[in-house]
């Protein structure tokens, strides 16, 4: 019953709200909070996240100890309960199930039109990742993929940047992926800031070099997307939106960054069309998967 990823508009709702494993549920100045009369509970290893120095997030109980064995536990004393048949359990099953088709039919129209645009948005690029991609393939995303265009329904086969990252984290994270399961497709889709701080020419290398085919997907909008939409969030009528948020976040000119793959061996192609992004990535999956060269996909992306 996902009803999206993100939890702003559902959170202020909740009577229950349940936080596992994350240190930062909601962002407290763009969602309203949970209300007064709604429990909020945090589950994980560190619930209450004590090394950091600053942390607001309310908490009426924290649960210490592994994720797994905490949700085990949970499901299991769920389970003795019995289920309640009240008509507003009912109707509030009823409205949430609407919701989530409602929801599922906006992403598809969302991704089908950016498919019609005159360039490539991270909607139509994380749609046809989705539908090119087996349902076992690995996939290390650092930013731009976006999960509602890109759904992955089996566990352990979504990662995504942690804590305990920093920019550049995925390009390697995705090889460790590869090392971990050499006959599993792994994908790592990137920014084009997060691609250039992974230090790709020595990632590239390590590909070849410990034959570590992965294919590497380049969302490249020529700007460190994240500081752009920091500034644009917190500044929005300050000088530094003036110019869109690009100050201190433009990346052009952008280098051809296909080059660097094939410096080591790899099958790289640039695509700024939409109409020719299925194609560029069945291209690049062939690689990987029947040649056994890793592959990359500078995507000309417009966000």
Known sequence: MCQDFKPGSLVKDADLVVVIDCDVPWINQLDKPPSADCRVAHLG???????????????????????????????????????PTEPKITARRKRLTERAAQTRKEWAETSA?????????????????GAALPKDAIMVNEYPLLPEHCPRELPGTYF?????????????????????????????????????????????????????????????????????RATLSMYKDGVAAEDDGRLLADLSPSPPFEKLVEASGGYGECVSKPAELPAAIERALAVVTRENRQALLNVICRY
């Open 45 to 83: 290893e560190d619930p209450s996240f004590a090394r950091y120095p600053m942390r607001s997030y309310r908490s009426d109980i924290a649960i210490a100890g592994e994720t797994a064995v905490i949700l085990r536990a949970l499901d299991a004393a769920l389970g003795r309960l019995t289920t």
């Open 113 to 129: 039109a950016a498919g019609k645009s005159d360039a490539i948005k991270p909607e139509w690029l994380s749609h046809c990742l």
């Open 160 to 228: 995504g940047l942690s804590p305990a990252g920093g920019l550049g984290w995925g390009f390697g994270a995705a090889l460790g992926a590869k090392l971990a399961a050499p006959d599993r497709l792994v994908v790592a889709t990137l920014g084009d800031g997060a691609y250039v701080f992974a230090n790709p020419t020595a990632c590239h290398w390590v590909s070849a070099k410990q034959q570590l085919p992965i294919l590497t997907v380049v969302f490249n909008n020529q700007l460190y997307g994240a500081v752009r």
